[in-house]
């Protein structure tokens, strides 16, 4: 009689063993799956470039492409991908990438529906080259490198007007700027027009999840309305955020209207504050961002040039994407959970 292998009793280490295992199993097959795609990339592109060539040379037209995958698919019939639809793909593919071995750029990385998308969505090489690199380093699914495009995120990061440069040290003056976004884009909200500033305010928290998403990967939610007393005197901070991956508070505040230089120094006293009672030793200096209605960059430039405390200052938008484009967007499964944390200063966690 057989006795289950379940019914034994596990010797220690067993447990702690098994997960390593399931880890390492998980870890393998991972590798492997992104080796395949690699090579598939690799032969796609390879294709494209032959009938490229031919297509310079001989001036193949749409009748050659469709007998070359008649051809293709009566010797491998087995293999799809090879639709002369897509052989043109592979062809534009080719043609948009010729610098170098495509298996050492990020594109190779990425799905083949992700290919199409950048060939698609994208004229200019270089920002499809940016958009590859950010979705490998953010593990972007079709649909959410879609939405990034669509919504321009790559051009608005690192736009927003500041003094980062002439407040914090040149490398992390780099590092700041490109947190600091300009327009946002606020179209998850539903609102239009003009509204009050804390209904601005409220939204935004309400919907956290696409707020995040919008300001972009590392952010985490610290609370809003953040209380602050300084000898007796009250004050109260918009929102107030910890970016993970620069490892620093980022305050910021709202406005609904114009921008006007006034906004600039009560921001600046909000950014002293945090990092004054909030900051720790082993933390980047704190920034702030104001994200208004409307501004004037000229006027901005003045304000920002007088401050003391590193700040940005971007608008706010309510444009809508497509309804097609609008039916792309991910869900909250594809969005890092917010990281809410009940007192200030409370350190996030890992």
């Not at 994200?291 to 608008?315: E, F, Q």
Request: aromatic share 10%.
């Amino acid at each position: 009689m057989m006795t289950d292998s379940r019914d034994l009793d596990l010797p220690a280490g067993y447990t702690d063993l098994l997960e390593d295992l399931k880890a390492t199993v998980k870890a393998a097959r991972t590798k492997a799956l992104r080796t395949v795609n690699t090579q598939l990339i690799e032969l796609y592109w390879t294709i494209g470039h032959g009938v490229r060539l031919q297509q310079e040379r001989q001036g193949w037209g749409s009748g050659v492409i469709k007998r070359l995958s008649s051809d293709l698919h009566a010797e491998f019939p087995e293999m799809k991908g090879l639709s002369p639809r897509n052989i043109q793909y592979m062809t534009t593919f080719a043609g948009a990438w010729q610098g170098g071995p495509i298996a050492q750029q990020a594109v190779a990385q990425l799905p083949w529906g992700h290919v199409t998308v950048l060939l698609d969505k994208l004229d200019i090489q270089e920002k499809r080259t940016s958009y590859a690199a950010a979705a490998v380093q953010y593990g972007w699914s079709r649909n959410v490198l879609l939405n990034m495009i669509m919504n321009r995120t790559i051009e608005r990061t690192g736009a927003a007007p500041s003094n980062f440069s002439q407040q914090l040290v040149a490398q992390d003056s780099e590092l700041a700027q490109q947190i600091a976004k300009d327009p946002y884009n606020f179209e998850f909200l539903g609102l239009s027009g003009e509204v009050a500033e804390r209904e601005l305010e409220l939204a935004l928290t309400s919907r956290i999840t696409e707020t995040l998403r919008e300001l972009g990967p590392g952010f985490a939610f610290v609370g809003r309305q953040v209380h602050f007393d300084v000898d007796g005197d009250d004050y109260y901070v918009d929102m107030l955020f910890f970016h993970m991956d620069q490892n620093r508070y980022v305050v910021i505040e709202l406005k609904t209207g114009k921008f006007q230089p006034e906004f600039a120094g009560k921001l600046n006293f909000y950014v002293a504050l945090v990092d004054d009672m909030l900051r720790r030793e082993h933390h980047n200096e704190t920034i702030g961002i104001l994200i208004c209605g409307t501004k004037n960059d000229r006027s901005v430039r003045y304000s920002l040039g007088r401050s003391t405390s590193p700040m940005a200052v971007a608008a706010y938008t309510y444009d809508k994407l497509p309804a097609d484009e609008k039916r792309a967007l991910p869900n909250e499964g594809d969005v890092v959970a917010a990281l809410e944390w009940a007192e200030p200063g409370t350190e996030p966690e890992a």
